[in-house]
């Protein structure tokens, strides 16, 4: 039985050294494929650029904390347009998020009362807080930070809140405030 020439396999392997060697060299680095691009070479410029072709991974990054695409952040957060009633009794809520819930999972607030609602970010990473259906939308909250909300709870009925980053809500960071009768 004949086998290959000997000189293919050597030729297949010094290849593969060569190509080993300028991505771990400083040629390489300069190019933004070697170590000089990030601790752990070429790997680490994934998502801030990185190799040709691997943009995709800065989007799919940006998408996983809700960077990119239409759930992207806003410059600012959204807080309902008309103020609330400043005689209206308060009821003060802090809602605390952490992975992967918030606490409590239902508020429950009575009808014609000024909602004052305070998020704090207990987690390990930046979340957002979202009530659509008042027009609520508290973006980036670091961890260990809070943020104040004033609202009308003028309409009886059930609104879901949670974390509108991708993924967030369906791990288990939503809750319902029920707005009671009076």
């Known amino acids: ?6 000189w293919v396999v050597l030729v297949a392997l010094a290849a593969l050294g ?17 170590p000089g691009y990030g601790r752990w070479g070429f790997m680490g410029g994934w998502g801030r650029g990185g190799p040709p072709g691997f943009g995709w991974m800065r989007g799919m990054r940006g998408a996983m ?10 410059s600012a957060d ?4 008309a103020p609330a009633s400043p005689g209206a009794e308060r009821a003060e809520v802090t809602a605390r998020i952490v992975e992967w819930k918030i606490e409590p999972a ?3 607030v009575q009808a014609g009362r000024r909602l004052v609602l305070t ?9 957002n807080f979202a009530i659509p259906d008042l027009g609520v939308r ?12 004033e609202l009308n709870a003028d309409e009886p009925g059930t609104y879901e809140f949670f974390c ?19």
Do not use: F, K
């Not at 998020?119 to 979340?127: I, L, Q």
């Not at 980036?140 to 930070?145: F, K, L, M, N, V």
């Not at 509108?164 to 960071?173: E, F, M, N, R, V």
């Open 65 to 74: 904390w809700g960077r990119y695409g239409p759930w992207a952040p806003a």
């Open 138 to 149: 508290l973006v980036d909250i670091a961890p260990g930070g809070s943020r104040t909300v």
């Open 106 to 108: 239902t508020v429950r």
């Open 18 to 34: 060569a190509a080993g060697a300028v991505a771990l060299s400083g040629v390489a680095g300069a190019t933004g494929w070697g």
């Open 164 to 182: 509108d980053i991708p993924g967030h809500a369906q791990l288990g960071q939503r809750g319902t405030l029920e707005i009671g009768e009076a």
């Open 78 to 81: 959204s807080v309902p347009a």
């Open 119 to 127: 998020v704090r970010n207990d987690g390990t990473v930046p979340h």
């Open 1 to 6: 039985m004949r086998r290959g020439p000997w």
